[in-house]
């Protein structure tokens, strides 16, 4: 109101009133939003104590296993027990030891809890808590056969220590050991990676301690005091020549005094105890378990509990194999295991309103002539396993069909043992290998162009049709043999708008193809802020944008008055590029979440939009620069006082959209830069063309986790529901 009464009293005309008026809102609307993003890089909530960030992970831990343990069907239809003995004495410390390290460490005294020898390890089920109390040390290595149900019973001990967990006290968290290659990671470094991919909350900075060194993450600085309490899956997952150079790394990084779960087949961790050349190597302060083969009387109950219970036709149908359960042959040895037991009841079990009919016999694994060893009938369920996850329903169709899901899944399967090294993380942002680099730049640089020359055509189009219905049409670029008028103004507007759009098309798609040729294992973003951090980048930025707008000026706006004019013109949108360029340089990823685990389709969603945000932001930047430079230039350059309105026409029909697309362009580059969504989207598009994937293929992904018990999700990636289905379909020809 204050300003409309001196833009009244002072005289000026009443007819630019509408266009002052708006222009003067929307800066002010745009100012909060602007404040809002300049926070100077603060980096979610600010850091209180270690210990509050440790309660608040820990919800966001139980959370996310709470809700694993339900899809993976842990206690559907009760949890299986899983039994253990003490394992073999050469393999751990021995238990007098255990004692006096245990009485030797500060402020530890000998615990009542305390078993008074190794047989007082011995347990079942949900029993692993206690068990693990009653180690001095609280070190603990789990050791059993493959499928035995290792994963499953970390994920119980997990649930079992946060609830009895103290409020400030350690936080249990499950580390999948197939990712880490101790030959090129320090341990707490690739510790802090997983938490902060799976928590992005922990990648906010700390005050450093000392001061006068660096800050580190709340991740790292959690692992460094000890609030974290690592559980390590899967030491044999890892290559056979760095296990023992990862056991030499826990107990070099992991001090004395930092309880610890590691986990590991048996014959692969004893190997790994005693390489080839080099001495012994034993888990310093550890106390070990090893899992017994399941009971068959209850591995026969959990059977005929999942098909409808005793005396029903679908548990009937069972007789014949729960009779031979542990007599040694085929398959009895192959049921023994959970994932045994998991596999069998996918195939042969009906789901609710599904014909038995429709359904193959489990008598058919008695066949010893057909299934000769335990390995014909693991390779026989893996096999069936697919299928029968994806068979149809009656009442409840599917979208992808069995065939469709095999060979998706034998893809990615493959891409996980070939492109990536044999990991079992399957992350959506690592797609893009599974295609050639070059190509992949290529792909990304054409739909990088593409994208410019459509957003410079559409603004200059709209733009011409808006300035030939008001007149204004000659007074833009244009022969004076065109005429005003609707029609001229959109033929002229896509003249221009190609002309400029392929220009500008061509140098974009190049960078954007530079930018992704030389990527390397960028992680995804969850959200933006400005920063003075990265000081390379705000000094390019600026750079950038100034020879731009000075280049820019010269060889446009010379045709319009000559060199004078030219590098006045130039200057001015140096300026401008300058301050647009500062601002996009600015730009950080943020991650502000802390309390919750983050699942790959939320991760998804949030680099989708960072990409999105920077490049409109970079489409608004430009089109206000561009916009004001056009209103200086018209109003003082050309012609000596302050704009009219038809100088303020000109801009809005034309220097906003030619700013908003030249900014648009930029953005797209560096949201290239600060995500990796469309590197991700070109990847998708071109194995769905080429028939890899599914077009829908998140929801595939999801659909396997949640549906079909195929996939199970660790934190923001996906894993097979097993290492060795993972093995089975990599190598499986179809």
């Known amino acids: 109101m204050a300003f409309l009464a001196w833009y009244l009293t002072s005289g000026h005309p009443v007819h630019n009133l509408v266009a002052v008026v708006s222009a003067l809102t929307g800066l002010l609307a745009l100012l909060p939003r602007m404040m809002d993003v300049l926070r100077l890089g603060q980096h979610g909530p600010p850091v209180g104590r270690l210990e509050d960030v440790a309660d608040e992970l820990a919800q966001g831990v139980r959370r996310q296993w709470e809700a694993e343990a339900q899809v993976r069907r842990l206690n559907d239809p009760f949890p299986l027990p899983v039994e253990w003995v003490a394992a073999d004495a050469d393999l751990v410390e021995s238990w007098p030891h255990l004692g006096e390290l245990a009485g030797d460490w500060p402020g530890q005294s000998p615990g009542s809890a305390w078993a ?19 180690v001095p040390t609280h070190r603990l290595v789990v050791l059993g056969e493959p499928g035995a149900g290792k994963t499953m ?23 999948p050991l197939a990712s880490w290659d101790p030959a090129r990671q320090d341990l707490y470094t690739w510790m802090a990676g997983q938490l902060a991919r799976d928590h992005p909350g922990l990648r906010a900075l700390v005050p450093a301690d000392p001061p006068q060194s660096s800050p580190g993450t709340r991740a790292r600085a959690l692992l460094e005091r000890r609030l974290v309490l690592p559980l390590l899956d899967g030491l044999d997952e890892l290559a056979e020549g760095v296990r023992a150079r990862a056991l030499h790394a826990v107990n070099q990084v992991l001090p004395a005094g930092q309880p610890l779960v590691l986990s590991s087949r048996t014959a692969e961790y004893r190997s790994a105890l005693t390489p080839p050349a080099g001495a012994t190597v034993l888990l310093n302060g550890a106390a070990g378990i090893r899992l017994l083969p399941l009971d068959p009387a209850k591995a026969a109950a959990y059977l005929e509990r999942d098909a409808g219970g005793v005396g029903t036709r679908a548990a009937a149908r069972w007789s014949r194999v729960t009779a031979s359960l542990g007599t040694g042959t085929p398959v009895s040895q192959a049921l023994s295991t959970p994932l045994g037991l998991f596999l069998a009841r996918t195939i042969y079990n009906p789901r609710p309103d599904e014909y038995l009919a429709s359904l193959a016999h489990p008598d058919e694994l008695l066949d010893q002539a057909r299934f000769p060893t335990r390995e014909d009938v693991d390779t026989h369920l893996f096999a069936a396993f697919i299928p029968a996850a994806y068979r149809p329903h009656p009442r409840h169709p599917t979208r992808w069909s069995p065939e469709r899901a095999q060979r998706t899944l034998t893809f990615l399967a493959r891409h996980l043992q070939h492109s990536l090294d044999g990991t079992p993380n399957l992350a959506w942002w690592q797609l893009p290998k599974a295609l050639p680099k070059y190509g992949l730049a290529l792909a990304v640089g054409l739909k990088a162009g593409l994208a410019v020359l459509l957003g410079y055509v559409s603004a200059f189009v709209l733009a011409g049709g808006l300035a030939g219905g008001l007149g204004y049409w000659r007074a833009y670029w244009l022969p004076s043999r065109v005429t005003g008028g609707l029609a001229s103004g959109l033929v002229g507007g896509l003249r221009i708008g190609l002309g400029h759009g392929l220009v500008f098309g061509l140098t974009c798609a190049v960078a954007a193809a530079l930018i992704t ?20 980048w705000l000094a390019f930025g600026p750079a950038a944008g100034f020879g731009f707008g000075l280049v820019f000026g010269l060889v446009v706006a ?33 991650h502000p979440d802390l309390d919750k685990a983050v699942g790959p389709g939320a991760v998804l969603a949030r680099d989708r939009r960072t990409f999105s945000v920077i490049t409109l932001a970079g489409g608004l930047m430009g089109a206000l620069a561009y916009g004001l430079v056009l209103e200086l230039d018209n109003g003082i350059v050309n012609r000596g006082g302050l704009a009219n309105g038809v100088v303020v026409a000109i801009v809005l029909t034309f220097g906003l959209p030619f700013g908003f697309a030249a900014g648009l362009a930029s953005g797209l580059l560096v949201g290239l830069v600060r995500s990796v969504w469309m590197e991700f989207l070109v990847a998708r598009i071109a194995l769905a063309v080429l028939g890899r994937v599914p077009w829908r ?12 018990g195929v996939l199970r999700q660790v934190g923001a990636v996906y894993q097979f529901r097993h290492l060795d289905l993972q093995r089975h379909l990599a190598g499986h020809r179809p």
Do not use: C, Y
């Open 153 to 175: 019973l970390l994920i119980r001990l997990l649930l079992a220590l946060l609830e009895h967990r103290p409020p400030g006290g350690p936080v249990p968290v499950l580390f």
């Open 558 to 590: 010379q045709s319009r008055g000559g060199l004078r004019n030219g590098l006045a013109n130039g200057l001015l949108v140096g300026l401008a590029g300058v301050l647009a360029g500062g601002f996009m340089g600015g730009l950080r990823s943020v």
């Open 116 to 134: 008074a020898d190794a047989e007082g390890l011995v347990g079942k089920g949900a029993e692993i808590a206690q068990v693990f109390e009653r």
């Open 697 to 708: 293929f998140m929801s595939f992904l999801t659909d396997a986790h949640e549906r079909r």
């Open 517 to 536: 040729s030389s990527a390397r294992n960028r992680n995804p973003s969850s959200g933006i802020r400005w920063s003075w951090k990265g000081k390379s």
